[in-house]
């Protein structure tokens, strides 16, 4: 006899039979076309009634499988692995007979029944109609990632994956590495200069012999998904050619002095040097500042001729399986705070003006002064917050600042012991052992007044700063005196441009999905790092650059096996509304314009299938054929209430076990709730179910990103329909539930039930 | 004639270059406004009212009237689309309700 | 084999079939043959047709639609599970989404599909059809096919007359047939001399009135006879001497307009004796064939049961699947041009086709298409200036707009025809009345017509599509007008009336066919005789 469906019905030792009369069923699906075997045994997770499972299988009476057991959350692995090895996991049903049947109706056996009775007809009519086995795939990127950003964040991600065998390319837009820590002139824990931690994370990186550095680059474009991008980028000319041997002199006869930043006065020539980096090692020009060739004194004195004005942008491009976004961060403009004058009142310096002022490579030499007047920095006062914590600027706190304002107290004190240092704040932010800096400041004689200054302003008649604010301890309002004001400014993101599709804060960052995937944003195969991903120090820094390289790793070897979406191309129109709206940004199209779903970029949430107004692409197991049979299969005539809810695998179908529910209610296992298809709900609808439920997880808990947030919409204009053909847009609802939320879940559905039952019989019963 | 766009449940099919009901209508009649990223009748009178659109767009955001040389005001024709079902719903000018369910395809 | 297909629209919906069909009307019974098929239609098309055609149809009718039903199509069935007898060659189907399943079946075939592509003309090697030419209207790109056999399959022709609501806003398009069949299929075959038949023979159907939807779906399938304003049934009070109820189609398209002009108007199908359950059958007919018109019904709070649905005469429509207008052809559906095949409404010689004979003679074209396909070096044979004529004419609109900014717009040109038509060719409106004088006028104004042809002017791509529309319908109408003049009779009045020719001349009882020479652009017409196959009075079914 050909193989057919089993149907394996377990009594689990007594917890499933004494409610459910799993013989009287038995005897039933036996009489099922299509149903090859159905047997009732003891408890199919000891190895003796599974292996008898297995047997029925491996003798080809059986290449279909329904298990009426416990809940798929139960004995997942044992069933996966029958499934694996001696099937294909689309061609597995399991049936939930014991939380959501069998212990979810107590007192009533025959409701319970009944129930355990649709779900098998529902899970054997699927069976029927799916097509045949369905093998995952395996595959495997190209071992090469390419980092963009040369900061630090990007050196320790680039570092760690050429010494793990990885081809990297790291593309850096300014014209040396080291990003913004290259800049500073100490960084905490240890008060060291940068330039030693850069040295050692960029010898990592070139000694491996396997990464290829591009300065003054930027990526173009990128196309492709996880394990395949193809990025363009465009390489900035230098000017500077690789003859130069950074003796400097080109800079020092440059006629021009160009401004960097409002707090300071102009320094820096047209041609720049590496300064504080360590690599590369050579000047480069900055052609809008710089006057060309008509001066040429650079050109006149360089001694390796390596002046070269006539050269030309280029692009190039590179195939690879993962990017790292170290994009880095910038301070915020705070010269939008009006009230502290900067850009307008000389003195008044960020912080990041304050490590140029006390380098030896700064405006003044490495001196305390006040560039305009010369005037010594004996009085410097520190303001935190400024722009941040502040609803009309930056609302979050940048974490750092308060850190580096103490780690700037003591360029102060080192240039003056005396100085008077004041530190305005509103709560001094210094975690773990950085207390330290804290209480060394404190015992330094730095004085710390806690209050968030009104103003700054300049004294009309000595010409003296004076911090305006009232300390908020003592209550009384407080005038400071200074030569320098620096204001902790807090951080912002670099510009990713939205073509990336990563999934942004509301401030521009890439925080990751935290706690689970904190280096993930949303975009398979791109993992931001450092500051890229929200405020953080030098050492966060690194370490998310190696957490970022770790991830690439697990994407550059074996790739996981995967359960891709399938596609029926004789119904796809072509519409993209699937690669639009994939969460990781997995499918792009194929050479003929149809969707191509990656496998090391998709995760399998059906967030595709839900949207797709053909139903032609969907999750094995959840082709439109296979959902019709389901939704067809129970009789929904009649006077009883059939309500079938679509839960969320993840939260809300977990939450299911183990509550009371309405036993009118068919529970179906879903990946997310942005996987349902309103499609599948009209089918419900026009087969006669009285109302439909979609359950999944809040918006900000949804492991795949926006699935809620899709299943809202989708069925709220699905309800618009309804009620344009007068039908109670009431009989489909969506719901959230956290794993923990059961009872909720259960209520809810009792209210649905109740309510299905007062509104009467759906309006499609009777056609 | 006039296919009527809901503009609050039309997404302009994530805004790709052509949304399903220009993919589909035989006339080449619906179009995309690129400025408000929803689609659009581009020429009413030339409608034949196959009721492709409406079929066609995933959030039933398309609605059919007829010309008022035809029918008066307000009757309704709705399709709830499945995929071997459809089920019409039809209300007159005097609010009568009448709906009709029947198969489109056969499975097996 | 690679086999493409150029479509204007989009598969899944182009055409007649867009919003589906709720029977098919060509399927021979168990207790029917071939034979009667021929004798039935030959006396509904008053006595002409082409019985070889009809007979190679009808081998293949059924075939055709069991094999769609295997693909999905839904067909009513009764108690034995056999196709249940709506009427006597009709079966009831569901088919709202029939070409959705048929396009589906195309794409899973490996068929190269090139949707929203205008075919414009053939490419011509000598007198040899090697493909065809065309534009993108999405892409602005030219298009060049190059094939060992060609089929055509446009459909007829809609929108050559104005229809009678098009005064109203938004109600241009409110027509039977398909308003975006324009005739080009007949258009690139008269341009390249290819022989037709029958265009006198017009399509003037007795449709639902004001909507100009389909009724004899209704009056087959639920025996609903037609009323005058005094509730006489007409056909059997005033036609019973040609045929009364059964009498041929042409009576049945003649009755309601004799009835408006005798003063016993409106004319209606009598719908009041049917009972619920036929009325929402009847509905459901309708929602799978032409949905709107059930939200007509709404729209006038109507209850057929107390209210007939009142019928009146459409507009003209030139079509080879109710009537017989199209190509001249062989049983293999080859035409006059060699390596050109055509199947349904755009070939000609076998009126009451349907959709069942359409699909009966796409296997007939594909098989001869096949069996055909020339050598490739005779396909090659393609003459680089004949495409460059053809890219000129093609985007001659766009590029007037573009250098001159001014001329005349398609929808200009395309009313101007359909009022000439329409009063001077036998429109509706003169209740398809013409004679002599008025035809040589609409002749002479349609030559005028063409030559102003080169001051169309198309701001985007949609309104180039519109200009080649008008282009083709002008030249279909121009070979209709033709036609028109020389069959000196009246041999089916309804869908033909000279009323300078009243009368039946026996001379013309034979097909009149014509030719446009390629060189001159003369349309020559003739006559084609008559070869009787199934013996058996002609008239009588």
């Known amino acids: 006899m050909p193989a057919g469906i089993g149907v394996y019905l377990c009594r689990c030792d007594g917890r499933i039979n004494e409610v459910i009369d799993l013989e009287g069923l038995r005897s039933k699906i036996g009489k099922w076309k299509g149903v090859s ?12 009634d599974l292996a008898s499972v297995v047997e029925d299988i491996q003798a080809g009476r ?99 994956l050429a010494r793990g065998g990885v081809e990297v390319t790291v593309v850096e837009k300014r014209a040396w590495l080291g990003g913004r820590v290259a800049q500073l002139h100490r960084y905490y824990p240890r008060g060291c200069a940068p330039r030693c931690g850069l040295a050692v994370q960029t010898e990592r990186l070139l000694q491996s012999g396997r990464v290829s550095v591009h300065t003054l680059a930027e990526v173009a474009g990128v196309h492709g998904t996880a394990g395949n991008f193809q990025v363009n980028i465009r390489q900035h000319p230098r000017f500077i050619g690789q003859e130069c041997t950074g003796c400097g002199r080109c800079e020092a006869v440059c006629p021009v002095v160009t401004d960097t930043s409002r707090g300071l006065p102009a320094w820096r020539k047209a041609v720049l040097s590496p300064a504080g980096s360590v690599y590369p090692l050579a000047y480069a020009i900055d052609r809008q500042a710089c006057l060309g060739p008509a001066c040429g004194k650079c050109a006149a004195v360089c001694p390796a001729g390596a002046v070269c004005m006539e050269e030309d942008e280029q692009s190039f491009s590179v195939n690879v399986s993962a990017i790292v976004m170290a994009t880095g961060s910038a301070l915020y403009d705070v010269a939008a705070v009006e009230n502290y004058g900067y850009g307008r009142l000389p003195g008044v310096l960020t912080s990041m003006d304050l490590e140029f002022l006390a380098s030896p490579d700064g405006p003044t030499g490495g001196r305390l002064m006040r560039p305009a007047d010369e005037r010594p920095a004996r009085r410097v006062a520190f303001i935190q917050c400024a722009g941040s914590r502040d609803c009309k600027h930056l609302p979050y706190c940048s974490a750092i600042c308060c850190a580096v304002t103490l780690k700037q107290t003591r360029y102060v004190r080192d240039a003056y012991p005396d100085a008077e240092v004041t530190v305005f704040y509103m709560d001094m932010r210094v975690t773990g052992h950085l207390e330290e800096m804290y209480r060394q400041a404190m015992d330094e004689g730095t004085v710390f007044i806690r209050g968030n200054p009104l103003a700054v302003v300049r004294a009309a008649d000595t010409g003296d700063l004076e911090v305006v604010a009232a300390d908020s301890l003592s209550g009384r309002r407080v005038l400071v005196g200074a030569d320098l004001v620096v204001l902790a400014a807090g951080l912002v993101p670099e510009h990713i441009a939205d073509s990336y599709h990563l999934a942004k804060d509301g401030a521009g960052f890439v925080p990751g999905h935290l706690p689970c995937s904190p280096t993930e944003g949303r975009r398979a195969g791109i993992f931001a790092a450092g500051t890229a991903q929200g405020p953080m120090d030098a050492s966060g820094a690194v370490q998310s650059g190696l957490a970022a390289s770790a991830e690439c790793l697990a994407l550059l070897d074996q790739g996981p096996a995967l359960v891709l979406p399938l596609l029926d191309k004789t119904k796809c129109d072509g519409c993209k509304r699937c690669v639009e709206e994939c969460p990781y940004g997995a499918i792009t199209l194929d050479r003929d314009g149809y969707p191509l779903p990656s496998a090391t970029g998709c995760r399998s949430c059906g967030i595709c299938q839900g949207g797709c107004p053909l139903r032609c692409i969907h999750l094995p197991g959840f082709s439109t054929r296979e959902m019709a049979a389901r939704l067809a299969a129970p009789a929904v005539g009649g006077e009883e209430v059939r309500v079938i809810a679509f839960l969320c695998g993840n939260d809300a179908y977990r939450a299911l076990d183990g509550t009371v529910y309405p036993v009118n209610v068919l529970p179906v296992a879903v ?73 909720s879940l259960a209520a809810a559905l009792e209210n649905f039930v109740r309510r299905l039952t007062e509104m009467g019989p759906s309006p499609f019963k009777e056609c | 004639m006039p296919p009527r766009v809901n503009t609050e449940k039309c997404d302009g099919c994530r805004a790709q270059d052509e949304t399903l009901c220009v993919l589909i209508c035989p006339g080449d009649l619906m179009a995309l406004d690129t400025g408000s990223g929803k689609a659009y009748c581009r020429s009413e009178r030339d409608c034949w009212d196959c009721m492709s659109c409406v079929k066609s767009c995933p959030h039933g955001a398309i609605e059919t009237r007829l010309p008022y040389q035809l029918g008066y005001y307000p009757a309704k024709l709705i399709p709830l689309v499945g995929s071997n079902k459809i089920s019409w719903t039809v209300v007159d000018i005097h609010g009568k309700v009448e709906r009709f369910t029947f198969k489109t395809r056969n499975d097996d | 084999m690679k086999v493409t297909l150029l479509e204007k629209a989009h598969i899944d919906r182009s055409g007649c079939l867009a919003g589906g069909m709720d029977a098919i009307n060509t399927y021979i019974k168990p207790n029917e043959s071939a034979e009667s098929l021929v004798r039935w239609s030959r006396a509904q098309a008053g006595g002409i047709l082409r019985e070889d055609l009809t007979l190679s149809m009808a081998a293949l009718l059924n075939q055709a639609v069991e094999e769609w039903e295997t693909w999905g199509l839904p067909v009513k069935k009764d108690e034995d599970e056999e196709y249940l007898a709506r009427g006597r060659w009709d079966i009831t189907i569901r088919g709202s989404e029939m070409k959705v399943i048929l396009a589906e079946k195309v794409r899973e075939y490996g068929c190269e599909v090139l949707n929203r592509v205008v075919a414009t003309n053939y490419l011509l090697g000598g007198d040899r059809v090697t493909g065809a030419m065309g534009f993108g209207v999405r892409d602005g790109k030219f298009y060049v096919v190059r094939a060992g056999a060609t089929i055509i399959a446009t459909g007829g022709a809609a929108g050559l007359y104005k229809p009678y609501t098009n005064d109203g806003v938004d109600s241009h398009h409110q027509l039977w047939y398909s308003p975006f069949n324009v005739g080009t299929g007949y258009a690139v075959g008269i341009r390249a001399g290819a022989e037709m038949t029958s265009f006198e023979m017009r399509w003037c159907a007795v449709r639902t009135k004001d909507f100009n939807g389909p009724i004899d779906t209704i009056s087959v399938g639920y025996k609903t006879p037609m009323i005058n304003a005094k509730g006489e049934k007409i056909l059997s009070e005033h036609y019973a001497h040609l045929g009364g109820d059964a009498a041929p189609r042409y009576i049945r398209a003649n009755a309601p307009m004799e009835e408006w002009l005798a003063g016993r108007g409106p004319v209606y199908v009598d ?69 050109l095949f055509a199947c349904g409404d755009v070939c000609g ?33 393609v003459d680089d200036g004949q495409i460059k004529a053809e890219v000129e004419r093609v985007f001659a609109a766009l590029l ?62 949609h309104e180039l599509m519109e200009a080649h529309e008008v282009i083709d319908r002008l030249d279909v109408a121009e070979v209709l007008v033709h036609h028109l003049l020389f069959r000196q009779e009246t041999r089916w009045p309804g869908w033909q009336n000279r009323v300078d020719f009243p009368g039946v001349d026996e001379k013309l009882d034979c097909f009149v066919n014509s030719r446009r020479d390629t060189g001159t652009g003369e349309v020559q017409v003739f006559t084609r005789p008559y070869e009787q196959i199934v013996p058996g009075d002609r008239t009588k079914p």
């Open chain 3, 349 to 381: 010689g076998v009126p009451n086709k349907f959709v069942g004979g359409c699909a009966a003679e796409g296997l007939l074209a594909a098989r001869g298409a096949v069996s055909y396909l020339s050598s490739p070096e005779e396909r090659d044979q």
């Open chain 3, 271 to 339: 719908t009041r004796h049917m009972k619920p359950e036929q009325v929402k059958d009847l509905k459901t007919d309708y929602l799978n064939e032409r949905p709107s018109f059930v939200l007509f019904l709404a729209a006038r709070g109507q209850d057929v049961t107390e209210e007939p649905i009142e019928v009146y005469g459409s507009d003209p429509y030139i079509v080879g699947g109710h009537t017989m207008s199209g190509y001249w052809v062989d049983r293999s559906r080859a035409t006059t041009l060699p390596g």
């Open chain 1, 62 to 160: 059986v290449d279909r499988l329904v298990i009426g057991a416990c809940s798929p959350a139960v004995h997942q692995e044992s069933f996966e692995r029958l499934a694996a090895e001696d099937l294909a996991p689309n061609l597995l049903e399991r049936c939930n007979l014991r939380e959501q049947c069998a212990l979810a109706h107590p007192g009533d056996p025959a409701g319970a029944t009944t129930q355990a009775l649709a779900l098998l007809k529902m899970g054997v009519a699927r069976l029927k109609a799916a097509p045949g086995p369905v093998i995952p795939e395996t595959t495997t990127g190209n071992r090469r990632v390419l980092v963009v950003g040369g900061g630090i964040a990007g050196l320790a991600a680039a570092g760690n």
């Open chain 3, 400 to 461: 007037r707009q573009a250098r001159e900014g001014d001329g005349v717009t398609p929808r200009e040109m395309e009313e101007r025809m359909q009022r000439l038509m329409d009063e001077y060719a036998g429109g509706v409106h003169q209740f398809y009345r013409m004679n002599r004088e008025r035809l040589e006028y609409a002749q002479k104004h349609l030559s005028i017509l063409k030559e102003q042809t080169k001051y169309l002017i198309a701001r985007d791509l």
């Open chain 1, 671 to 743: 990946s997310c709730a942005g996987a349902v298809n309103m499609g599948w709900i009209n089918d419900a609808l026009l087969n006669g179910w009285d109302g439909v439920i979609v359950a999944g997880c809040r918006a900000d808990e949804c492991h795949y990103g926006h699935g809620p947030d899709l299943a809202d919409s989708r069925v709220a204009k699905l309800q618009e329909t309804l009620r344009s053909v007068m039908v109670e847009a009431e009989r489909v609802q969506v719901l959230t539930c956290g794993i923990g939320e059961g009872g």
């Open chain 1, 37 to 48: 075997e159905v047997r009732v045994l003891t408890a199919l997770c000891r190895p003796g």
